[in-house]
T-cell receptor
Framework: DAGVTQSPTHLIKTRGQQVTLRCSPI?????VSWYQQVLGQGPQFIFQ???????GRGNFPDRFSARQFPNYSSELNVNALLLGDSALYLC???????????FGQGTRLTVV | AQSVTQLGSHVSVSEGALVLLRCNYS??????LFWYVQYPNQGLQLLLK??????LVKGINGFEAEFKKSETSFHLTKPSAHMSDAAEYFC???????????FGTGTKLQVIP
């Protein structure tokens, strides 16, 4: 995982609540991507940010949003949580758009 | 648009036997192809990648994969399975680059002693 840090590691939220997940960069890495991995499925691409600008968005509703800060760390926000949002949320970092990405261990979100 | 299909959600092999995990891809442009491994409660680790250079790609832990354009396949193999290989394996594709990866549904590998 080359030092990718995600917080928190586990989280339990109630339907309708909002959640913020955080991902800290590997030093010098400026491209971050977020993925949702529902139990029993492969990860699905949510967002990509590079140099603090959104560079890609997957097929997710507007309840999902993200941002990248000047220090290149990133947050993923999900509003009005649904039971179906329960998943492992992964972030990955790359030095730029064309180099290998390294994944964090993820944040396990459970919505009850 | 790109996609990958992994054949077999569960594969069981005996320790020391050949590991073969199947992946077929679909891409409208020359793809980058990847195999990732995921151990329980962990993130994804890149095993190997194809980026339009050599068609036979060697990765970590003794794994390799061959890109076959005519068959649109990128199957993962290992000559001799170890107990430590038990994990979930994901085939993935991009339309170039390492971002916006499209993953398959995964294959869980069980290694029987």
């Amino acid at each position: 995982d080359a030092g990718v840090t995600q917080s928190p590691t586990h989280l339990i939220k109630t339907r309708g609540q909002q959640v913020t997940l955080r991902c800290s960069p590997i030093s010098g890495h400026k491209s971050v991507s977020w993925y949702q991995q529902v139990l029993g499925q492969g990860p699905q691409f949510i967002f990509q940010y590079y140099e603090k600008e959104e560079r890609g968005r997957g097929n997710f509703p507007d309840r999902f949003s993200a941002r990248q800060f000047p220090n290149y760390s990133s947050e993923l926000n999900v509003n009005a949580l649904l039971l179906g949002d329960s998943a492992l949320y992964l972030c990955s970092w790359a030095a730029d758009m064309n180099t290998e990405a390294f994944f964090g261990q993820g944040t396990r979100l459970t919505v009850v | 648009a790109q996609s990958v299909t992994q054949l077999g959600s569960h594969v069981s092999v005996s320790e020391g036997a050949l590991v073969l995990l199947r992946c077929n891809y679909s891409s409208s442009v020359p793809p980058y192809l990847f195999w990732y491994v995921q151990y329980p409660n962990q993130g994804l680790q890149l095993l190997l990648k194809y980026t339009s250079a050599a068609t036979l790609v060697k990765g970590i832990n003794g794994f390799e994969a061959e890109f076959k354009k005519s068959e649109t396949s990128f199957h993962l193999t290992k000559p001799s399975a170890h107990m430590s290989d038990a994990a979930e394996y994901f085939c993935a594709v991009t339309s170039g680059g390492y971002q916006k990866v499209t993953f398959g549904t995964g294959t869980k590998l069980q290694v029987i002693p």
